[in-house]
């Protein structure tokens, strides 16, 4: 019989590279981005022998989250039974790191296993509607997203070390883009796709670079302190992952950076982290 508990990982992501290419006509932007998961993760149990949905978390969870919006939608969608869900986050939020989109992903995880009752592309299609990073999310490991983010082109996996650091200070996503104008910085996202399929590690470095930091460093000057800090800590690229305000640097080992996060340990957050590729 089929166990009415189960129990998931579900994965943070960095942004290797972020190019805005345009202001689309719907209010969102045109972009060209390498995302990439890492081994930061929020943990998720499902117990499916309730009716309805019912969602907690040991944060303060928005009212209509991503992954309330997720398990509700997959109920409503297919007509499978309730579950009642629950969160133990240790991704940080209003990052850039795709903790709540991860959560989302890791709800339709969850159901999809239980239920099975979605195709793929229905299941894909249903993340794109909860949001922009949730498709890649759901897949995990590296792939070149364009669109709002949510058109998936998976490449080479690639093993990497990062150090993740954040200030205590958030920024909002949609704030940043609407402050956002152009000329956007030159686009980097094929390059550093390129360099990946050729595993040209030193071409992906060449090419690592954000585009909404020059934006969210106005907002929060310390994102460049931090970058600044990460180079000085001996990383060989330093970055703004996302919409911030978490950065990221990346080290030739995870020794290197595990001996940089000790001189991080005035920040709200900081964690030496991997890649981590998911099996689908
Ligand atoms: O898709 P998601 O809900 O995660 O996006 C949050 C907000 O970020 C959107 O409401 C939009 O303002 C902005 N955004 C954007 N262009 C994108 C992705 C997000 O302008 N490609």
């Known amino acids: ?23 689309r006509e719907d209010g969102y932007h045109e972009l060209s981005t390498v995302m990439h998961t890492i081994d930061l993760y ?16 040991d944060f303060p969870l928005p009212e209509n989250s991503v992954a309330y919006r997720a398990a509700c939608e997959y109920s409503r969608r297919t007509g499978c039974g309730g579950a009642n869900i629950s969160i ?14 991860a959560d989302g992903a890791g709800v339709l995880r969850l159901m999809q296993a239980r239920y099975g009752a979605m195709t793929k592309q229905e299941l894909y299609s ?25 058109i998936i082109e998976p490449l080479d996996d690639m093993r990497l070390s990062f150090l993740i650091v954040k200030p205590s200070e958030g920024i909002s996503t949609k704030e940043l883009f609407s402050s956002l104008k152009p000329p956007y910085a030159e686009p980097e996202s094929e390059k550093a796709a390129a360099a990946i399929r050729a595993g040209s590690v030193s071409g992906l470095i060449d090419a690592v670079s954000n585009a909404l930091s ?36 990346i080290f030739e080992s995870a020794d290197k950076a595990r001996l940089a996060q ?16 998911y099996a689908e």
């Open 88 to 101: 133990r986050a240790n991704i940080p939020s209003m990052a850039g790191l795709g903790g709540s989109s």
């Open 42 to 57: 929020d943990e998720l149990t499902a117990d499916f022998s309730c009716e309805g949905i019912k969602l907690t978390a």
């Open 262 to 277: 000790k001189q991080f340990e005035d920040m709200a957050f900081c964690r030496a982290c991997e890649s981590i590729k």
């Open 126 to 150: 249903l993340a794109a509607e909860l949001g922009s990073d949730v498709p890649f999310l759901l897949r995990g490991s590296t792939a070149l997203c364009r669109g709002r983010g949510e």
């Open 214 to 249: 020059p934006a969210a460093e106005e907002k929060l000057p310390i994102i460049c302190d931090i970058k600044r800090r990460l180079m000085g800590a001996g990383a060989v690229a330093a970055e703004m992952s996302g919409s911030g305000s978490a950065c990221f640097g």
């Open 1 to 23: 019989m089929m166990s009415n508990f189960a129990r998931i990982r579900t994965y943070a992501k960095v942004n290797l590279t972020l190019d805005v290419l345009k202001k």
